[in-house]
C-alpha cells in the first residue's frame, strides 16, 4: 500500500516552490511518519530528499440533502507533507501525462 495518495498541485504551492524551487508537497496517509514518506518519494521520482515536514488537516465538511432530511458529515483526516530535495534535483509531476 503506498504512502503517498497525491502531489500536492495547488496554487498555492505552485508558489511556495517558485520561492523554493526545491520543496514540493504531498498528501499522505494520516498513519505515514517522515521516515516512510522519504523513503517513498525517493524510490518512486530518483532523487535524494534533504528533509520532510508534516502537517495534519481535517477535510472539508459534508451536507447532503435526502429524503430524511439533511445529513452533515465529515470526511477523513489527511497529512500533507512538504519534501525538500537535494539541490539540482527535480521533480517534475507532469512526465508520466
Do not use: C, H, W
Not at 517522515?34 to 528533509?51: A, F, R
Not at 439533511?70 to 512526465?95: E, H, M, P, W
Amino acid at each position: 500500500m503506498s504512502i503517498i495518495i497525491k502531489p500536492l498541485v495547488t496554487e498555492k504551492q505552485a508558489k511556495m516552490t517558485e520561492k523554493q524551487p526545491n520543496r514540493y508537497g504531498f498528501v499522505v496517509r494520516p498513519e505515514a511518519n517522515k521516515l516512510e514518506i522519504k523513503k517513498e518519494v525517493e524510490s518512486l521520482y530518483k532523487v535524494t530528499v534533504v528533509s520532510v515536514n508534516t502537517v495534519r488537516y481535517a477535510g472539508k465538511r459534508q451536507a447532503r440533502y435526502t429524503k430524511a432530511g439533511l445529513v452533515k458529515g465529515q470526511k477523513n483526516a489527511f497529512k500533507k507533507a512538504i519534501v525538500t530535495v537535494k539541490d539540482g534535483d527535480q521533480i517534475d509531476f507532469y512526465s508520466n501525462i
